[in-house]
């Protein structure tokens, strides 16, 4: 039924729109194939509108697919990819804005403002990820004096269940814009954003070598409130924890040692993941990251641009193969008075299961402004794990074991985790914490009285939700 309505819908709509029927749909980790009724991939904002209004449900929305845990579908879902919907519709260099389609990714954005020398105010590190995604997750970076994405967005257009659409911004609609940025396509799809951007400036990377018991104190002195720090992150060593690299890229008027102002689309990655392959594979192999390839790699000095270090590609992280052995992502936040403590912690739980880390890194993030799903309820540290884990349903419920444990410690010392990742934690955890999720189910329960927009966390954590909340391997 669900799919002679899409079929109907696309010959309303003048055949124009494309659907691709019983599609399984994954992520970059290839550990969540979820097969759907349909995906459809609109390039007009009515064929959205008309999608919406007419189909019953469920709906979910998918970008890059970057998300790990089933955050773009659900069982039986029609999910618009919203990949084609990615236009410039307004830009203004005097105003430093630009207003996009959410499916445009950064680095097209990038392409668009660089010849203008603006930059993204904020992003996450990679630039393969579409705007919209970004928008859904409330995405941050390195960006030092800045927080979650939603601080550089004005505003942004929505299509509610009903097909209405609305526009929303800290001024207008503002229930809508701080329950949708970070929403997880919970409230509807999100159709247009406009975003204020920066100057595009050349930057000096300097790289200072200390132990974990001296970063805070460093961090606040030297690189919190120094207005030429643009981005800044700490790289914490496994498998003790102790011993971190923290680099920093500072505004400069030094002449540019990488010619390139964005990174080359056609560059090749082969040294960047045969590191990964001995860090994560060979015995040795984090000393020898530690000790040699990272020293090698960083002790040049470098003066870039900020759209090249902003415009960086995820190839870098890809492994050859992800069928036995896949990488994936997780992230902690915690108060800056915490860190510390919970590194202890966490470094003697990831022992304890002999978890693969790959990378730890801590980032800076300002309070959130008013997200209803915010991760960031104070300042705080971010840690961000890349680990590698095995492919095997075995493997899957051991991770949610230690997974759960960090989660605990974050939420012990006041913090919280980030949702676009394995569902693993339960539904206490989830409310304890983003203590304001009862306030999103209201608003979704009042915009989506079906229930319409759904994906595997919304299963998990939403609506209607049964059991303990927490993901099944």
Known sequence: MRFAI???????????LTTHAAETVNDITQ??????????????LEQIVQLVAGHPGPIAIGGGRYSMGGQTATEQALQIDMRGFNRVLDFSKERKEITVQPGI???AVQDYIDPHDLSVSIMQS??????GGALSVNAHGRYIGHGPLVSSVKSIKLVLADGQVVDASPQHNRDLFYGAIGGYGGLGVIVQATLQLSDNVRLLRSVDEMPLGDYRPYFQA???????????N???????????RAVSYSQTDLPVTVKE?????DQNYWKEQKALKVVSQWPGGKTLRQEVIDPLVLKKPQVSWRNHEASLDVRELEPDSRAKRTYVLQEYFVPPDQLESFVQEMGATLRAHKVNVINLSIRHAKADPGTLLAWAKTEVFALVLYYQQSTAPEEREKV????RALVDSAIERGGSYYLPYQIHATAQQFRAAYPRAGEFLALKARVDPQNKFRNKLWDAYGLGATGDGAAQP
């Open 6 to 16: 899409g079929l109907f819908l696309c010959a309303a709509l003048g055949g124009a």
């Open 31 to 44: 550990l969540n194939p979820i097969v759907v009724d349909q995906v459809v991939r609109p390039t007009r």
């Open 105 to 107: 990714t950064w680095r």
């Open 126 to 131: 990679y630039a393969n990820f579409t705007v």
């Open 222 to 232: 030297r690189i919190q409130n120094n207005p030429k720090v643009i981005l800044h």
């Open 234 to 244: 700490a790289v914490l060593y496994p498998d003790q924890y102790q011993t971190l």
């Open 261 to 265: 102002r964005l990174t080359p689309l």
């Open 400 to 403: 949610g074991v230690w997974t």
